[in-house]
């Protein structure tokens, strides 16, 4: 959802206003004195579905989450694209800053919309391999483990289990 509560322009504290700027019925917070359009869009990230193996016995690499928000819970390496990221370059330092890996970037499993607290995103999870490194956890993890791909332990994230299913179909992974 929008802000629709944001009141001061982060650029000159002056008021913003809603008004239409590429389209009239499509309003964005807009300064009344110098302009500044604050653009509100989904989030996106990037999450590294990491295998090894040949069908049927394909395994998915995941990490136990430290963190509170997701204490305990398993998932996938990633996260936001923040401004000046390309999708590449973002994906592998995740995976080395989470697990201390170098990953190669194989295709793109799907894009999954999905809530990270209030803030809608877009969530494009590639199919990975290791180049390097033996995986431990790193940042925000304190287990790494490798599981059967369709037969994952209760994971943080919903679209991740959705993306291995896009996967096993692709792959041929039967249960
Ligand atoms: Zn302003």
Not at 3 to 19: G, H, I, K, S, Y
Not at 44 to 54: F, K, M, N, W
Not at 67 to 77: E, F, M, S, V
Not at 161 to 168: G, I, K, N, Y
Request: proline share 7%; glycine share 8%; charged share 25%.
């Amino acid at each position: 959802m929008p802000n629709a509560d944001l009141t001061f322009c982060p650029r000159c504290a002056e008021r913003l206003e809603w008004r239409g700027v590429e389209y009239p019925d499509v309003l964005h917070p807009v300064c009344t004195k110098c302009g500044f359009i604050l653009w509100q869009n989904v989030r996106p990230s990037v999450d590294a579905l990491i295998v090894r193996g040949e069908a049927p016995h394909v395994e998915v690499l995941l990490g136990r989450q430290s963190a509170a928000r997701a204490h305990g819970q398993w998932g996938i390496p990633g996260g936001f694209l923040s401004v000046g990221d390309r999708i590449e370059t973002a994906l592998i330092r995740e995976c080395r800053r989470e697990m201390g890996i170098e990953v190669l970037i194989g295709d793109l499993v799907g894009a999954f919309e999905a809530m990270f607290y209030d803030v809608p995103m877009v969530d494009l999870i590639y199919a990975c391999t290791i180049a390097s490194g033996e995986p431990r956890a790193a940042d925000l993890i304190d287990e790494v483990r490798w599981f059967p791909l369709g037969d994952p332990p209760p994971l943080a994230l919903e679209i991740e289990r959705d993306a291995m299913d896009v996967l096993r179909r692709k792959l041929d992974v039967s249960l």
